[in-house]
């Protein structure tokens, strides 16, 4: 499949979407240390920051040449082409769709409700999909919540959010948040323990997390009891007004994508001084009393330094956080190679941190 992929195909087949290192709270480490390669070759060759594993994959997508930069006119059939990633439904873990109310004329949010079972009292996560807050649908999520319900034994709620730049950010977090009430008051019929809910997001459903996380925690309605953001889209300053060097982001999900990723999200130019900053995580002034966290991203992902200072700024205000760096990943790379050793470790990582949160024993 990688093969085939062209580098805007594979962002986004990437982002739709942990024994590296068992690390403790407020800890940082990385994952498969290498060792370091000559700066003057590193600077000609940005496959030389990708690790082995990995490498294969990022010089076939070079081969297709600099991704085509997205627009308004192109976004109809790039949301059409993720579908074909989707993986299939597993048929013994059940699926059910049901909608959430929204407040005034509003139009319910679908939601896809995986693993319930009436009558006992399990781990809950509510999810977001990913999509750079322009791309992807929960529907095509449901084959991987699928199969993470049943190795934790939780029941897992996908939201089917608005996508921008249709929907700004203020819509999408109310659908987000209409999720996570509706899981919440319909604990008992899922078979949902209220008090063990944790927030799930890949990419741009990392954002959403990070977002749903703080607008929880302002509203006090539904306990929160763990995040974990999975490369997250924390901060617009990344590739408008802070440039990261161009082997971070050189594959994957890029600067311009990024750009006009925030731009339909927030309904302004990303990166100045008067960006909307109730749609930007990285720009949230208070992070106390918001909930643990896992936070895991590649080392020459776009997103990276963001996430880094995004745990930095929660264990500044007294929140425990896991926070993995997998040197020579690039962005999406535990779903576009699942099967390689590095992504095995890194989604182990993250299987083992919401084992922690739902206090289940962990995965060796």
């Known amino acids: 499949m990688a093969a085939r992929l062209t580098r805007r195909q594979f962002g986004i087949a990437g982002i739709g979407a942990a024994g590296a290192l068992t690390l403790g709270p407020a800890s940082c480490a990385a994952l498969d240390p290498k060792p370091a390669v000559p700066s003057p070759l590193l600077a000609r060759d940005p496959l030389s920051h990708v690790d082995p594993e990995l490498r294969g994959i990022a010089a076939r997508m070079m081969e297709n040449g600099p991704p085509p930069s997205y627009s308004a006119e192109s976004l109809k059939s790039a949301r059409n082409f993720g579908a074909a990633f989707a993986p299939p439904r597993l048929p013994d873990i059940s699926v059910s769709e049901v909608f959430a109310p929204l407040p ?62 249709e929907t700004r950010y203020q819509g999408s977090i109310e659908d987000n948040y209409a999720g996570l009430l509706w899981l919440c008051k319909n604990a008992e019929p899922i078979g949902a323990d209220p008090t063990r809910i944790a927030l799930l997001g890949e990419s741009a459903g990392g954002g959403h997390s990070a977002l749903l996380a703080i607008t929880a925690r302002d509203r006090g309605e539904v306990p929160v009891a763990f995040q974990a953001l999975v490369y997250p889209m924390l901060d617009d300053r990344t590739g408008s007004t802070r440039m990261p060097p161009p082997f971070i982001g050189a594959f994957g999900w890029d600067a311009p994508s990024n750009r006009f ?87 182990k990582a993250k299987v083992n941190a919401l084992r922690r949160a739902f206090g289940q024993p962990q995965e060796i």
């Not at 009436?118 to 977001?128: D, E, K, N, Q, T």
């Not at 084959?143 to 939780?154: E, F, I, K």
């Not at 309904?267 to 643990?292: K, Y």
């Open 261 to 347: 990723g925030w731009e339909a999200f927030l309904g302004h130019p990303p990166g100045g001084g008067s960006v909307p900053v109730g749609g930007v995580p990285a720009r949230i002034e208070n992070l106390t009393g918001l909930p643990p966290a896992f936070i895991g991203v590649g080392g020459i992902d776009l997103f990276v330094s963001e996430d880094i200072e995004y745990g930095h700024r929660l264990i500044e205000s007294g929140v425990p956080v896991e926070l993995v760096i997998v040197p020579g990943a690039f962005h999406g790379f535990d779903r576009i190679a699942a099967d390689t050793t590095i992504a095995k470790r890194f989604t």
């Open 104 to 165: 005034g004329d509003e139009p319910d949010v679908k939601l896809f409700v995986v693993n319930a079972k009436p009558g006992v009292s399990r781990p809950a996560i509510l999810h977001s999909h990913g999509g750079g807050y322009i791309l992807g649908k929960a529907a095509w999520e449901v084959g991987h919540l699928q199969a993470l319900a049943r190795d934790l034994d939780c029941v897992i709620v996908s939201v089917e959010y608005r996508l921008a730049p």
